[in-house]
């Protein structure tokens, strides 16, 4: 079982920028998929944005396409979330899940799983 720990989270200022790291156990990290998601205060979970399994290709939720970029590296078990132009209404917990092993996964689906415990980040006005 795969263990995903997000860190990175904090406090930053509207148009400011953060990076979230998530680091996974076990030597089958770089075989699967691995999305990016958040859930603000009262609001169900929602999709930010999932990379492959190499890293070659990446898709975003449109409230943060062209701000948010999902890169990964699979040499330190790695995925990364860089978060600029930050918005207040991106304020939220933040988490790593484990999409499908060599494809994406569809969080319509269900296929994301193995969740980390979050990691919070607030955007002041």
């Known amino acids: 079982q795969v263990q995903l720990v997000e860190s990175g989270g904090g406090l930053v200022q509207a148009g400011g920028s953060l990076r979230l790291s998530c680091i996974g156990s076990?030597?089958?990290?770089?075989?699967?998929?691995m999305g990016w998601f958040r859930q603000a205060p009262g609001k169900e979970r929602e999709f930010v944005g999932v990379?492959?399994?190499?890293?070659?290709?990446?898709y975003y939720a449109d409230s943060v396409k062209g701000r948010f970029t999902i890169s990964r590296d699979n040499a330190k078990n790695a995925v990364y979330l860089q978060m600029n132009s930050l918005k207040p209404e991106d304020t939220a917990v933040y988490y790593c899940?484990?999409?499908?092993?060599?494809?994406?996964?569809?969080?319509?689906?269900?296929?994301?799983?193995?969740w980390g415990q979050g990691t919070q980040v607030t955007v002041s006005s």
């Open positions: 990379i492959t399994w190499s890293g070659g290709s990446t």
């Open positions: 076990g030597r089958t990290f770089s075989t699967y998929g």
């Open positions: 899940a484990r999409g499908l092993r060599y494809g994406l996964g569809d969080p319509k689906r269900g296929d994301f799983g193995s």
